[in-house]
């Protein structure tokens, strides 16, 4: 066994999605994600799993910072985004679309991500690293969902949670 570097990983990757083909329409919402690195990882992991529009809302800060040009490896360039002073605006220009709106959050409603069912097309929602998603938007959104945590923590880092579910949603599809 060998890593791939250069030509080789970018035919393996190639082969790979073509095997694999993306059978759904993600979004992204994020409500004052406030931590430019998050935003960054962010950027990175909506380019690995082919988010086709990320809305950045109230206090996210913007791709012009180079914290999130550098922890996102300049994927900004790529995902399609848009900002949005009001993450309501933006839900509901989705919803227009046709996604359902899901926000990542732990409520009492709040399903396990493995649990759930997800549309073909759907609109995750992220909230603020501290207060989460705001009530107004949960009152928009058609379900949540949440990451269990077994340890003494109450949750994981906006963007790695985020990831978790984001590939859980495509590879249920494959095996489904």
Known sequence: MRQLHG???KRFLRDYRRAHPISCDLALVLQSVAYPRNVGALFRIADA???SK???CGNTPLPSSRTISEVGRAKSRVVRWYYEKHAEDAIHMLRD???AICALEIT???RPYFETEYPDKLCLV???EDHGVTRSVLDLCDFSVFVPMYGRGRSLNVHVATAIVLYHILHQ???A
């Open 7 to 9: 030509t080789p990983l």
């Open 49 to 51: 799993v082919r988010v």
């Open 54 to 56: 990320m809305f950045l």
């Open 97 to 99: 679309e046709g996604y």
């Open 108 to 110: 009492d409603a709040a």
């Open 126 to 128: 992220l909230g603020n």
């Open 173 to 175: 599809r494959e095996t």
